[in-house]
């Protein structure tokens, strides 16, 4: 069984550049989310996909942010011109929906970004 | 806005004894809770959740209990172990709302010996 994995495990960038996350849920889950964390903070809704269709964005996604799950498989976050701000965990998480209405949802270990 | 509070920050008990974490909640739209636990450099571990048409749901050494009038749920650990010491995090979400989680703060538990 392999949970939910996402690469890079950690990423040091410099203000301005642009980086790319990318999350590889639960093989037979049609839902995907992303979650972001800050320190001291619990994890804070970003967007969720079921299958290849993104069907909620939060404001906190400014329009710096782009996330694509192609085929309905993994899924890619882009942040573009990184701000000091975007430094943060970044979580995604995985569940499969149900008649029966399941709701957990499985996380990945996360992105750590730090952006200098 | 915090719609889901977790407001102690942090709990010590001893091996053996009951942890007690509490959280409340002010969106009356939730009906599904979920607890996770969290180790540093980890994702959130799934541990226990309940449905609001439940008042009490048992897994093991683990219970959560919901009091909808009030608003307020907690977990019971019982008997506390040294691995049970992390962070706790309460979640709640919505039907119709893209189960999308809205997550208190934490509370750090220590388990001593």
């Known amino acids: 069984d392999t949970g939910v994995s996402q690469n890079p495990r950690h990423k040091i960038t410099k203000r301005g550049q642009n980086v790319t996350f990318r999350c590889d849920p639960i093989s037979e889950h049609n839902r995907l989310y992303w979650y972001r964390q800050t320190l001291g903070q619990g994890p804070e809704f970003l967007t969720y996909f079921q299958n290849e269709a993104q069907l909620e964005k939060s404001r906190l996604l400014s329009d710096r942010f782009s996330a694509e799950r192609p085929k309905g498989s993994f899924s890619t976050l882009e942040i573009q011109r990184t701000e000091q701000g975007d430094s943060a965990m970044y979580l995604c998480?995985?569940?499969?929906?149900?008649?029966?209405?399941?709701?957990?949802?499985?996380f990945g270990p996360g992105t750590r970004l730090t952006v200098t | 806005d915090q719609q889901v509070k977790q407001n102690s920050p942090s709990l010590s008990v001893q091996e053996g004894r009951i942890s007690i974490l509490n959280c409340d909640y002010t969106?009356?739209?939730?009906?599904?809770f979920l607890w996770y636990k969290k180790y540093p450099a980890e994702g959130p571990t799934f541990l226990i959740s309940i449905s609001s048409i439940k008042d009490k749901n048992e897994d093991g050494r683990f219970t959560v209990f919901l009091n909808k009038s009030a608003k307020h749920l907690s977990l019971h650990i019982v008997p506390s172990q040294p691995g049970d010491s992390a962070v706790y995090f309460c979640a709640a979400s919505a039907t119709g709302g893209g189960n999308k989680l809205t997550f208190g703060t934490g509370t750090q538990l220590k388990v001593e010996l």
């Open positions: 998480a995985s569940s499969r929906e149900l008649r029966t209405a399941t709701y957990e949802q499985y």
């Open positions: 969106n009356s739209m939730f009906d599904y």
